[in-house]
């Protein structure tokens, strides 16, 4: 839409136009590629399509820039996260399949090798170093335990699973699982592994 078109100048000539959510989208392919310390401001910007004045402008410096894309991958992996954890026609075992399929089709997106998760591949070495990327790492990860938690604590209202089964660790596997499958998706794994391995998971914790 053109109200979220931003025009770069360029000296002589019409300026050029560009929206902001589709050069941090590239932006974020950039770091998801070759992590936050291998991406060099100039390929950013090449991949964005800006010059780095106006990148500078529009995000701020690479810090800056990086955590605007790890909150906008997180946003966009959560919404699919949680459509399948809330949607109440899905038994357990239903809705923990879709949840590690649909984030599976994220890390075997794109060309070439797969990824994994961005967050897992890149800002968990960062982390370490950086208590801004640490803070936001850490929030996100502890929202997810909370999702699969509630989910879990369903199941249990609902019969699906055992009454003394403690939602709160069961939670943190299932999100464990999640993390390990980026890993190995990242190390070569095939997606007909992962998503077996996926599935067999499910099985073990819903108690089959």
Known sequence: MAQNKVTEGKGRGR??????????????????STGYSGASLDSIATAAGMNRPSLYAAFGDKHSLYIKALEQYWEFAAADMQAALSDSQLTLRQALTRFYEGQLSIYFSGDGQPRGCFAIGTAT???????????VLGDRLSRLDADLEARLRTAIASGELKSDVDAASLAVLASSLLHSISIRARAGKSREELTALARNAVGVICGE
């Open 125 to 135: 070495t960062e982390a370490v170093e950086d208590p801004q990327i640490r803070e």
């Open 15 to 32: 300026p050029r136009a560009y929206d902001p959510q589709t050069a941090l989208q590239q932006a974020l392919g950039v770091f998801w």
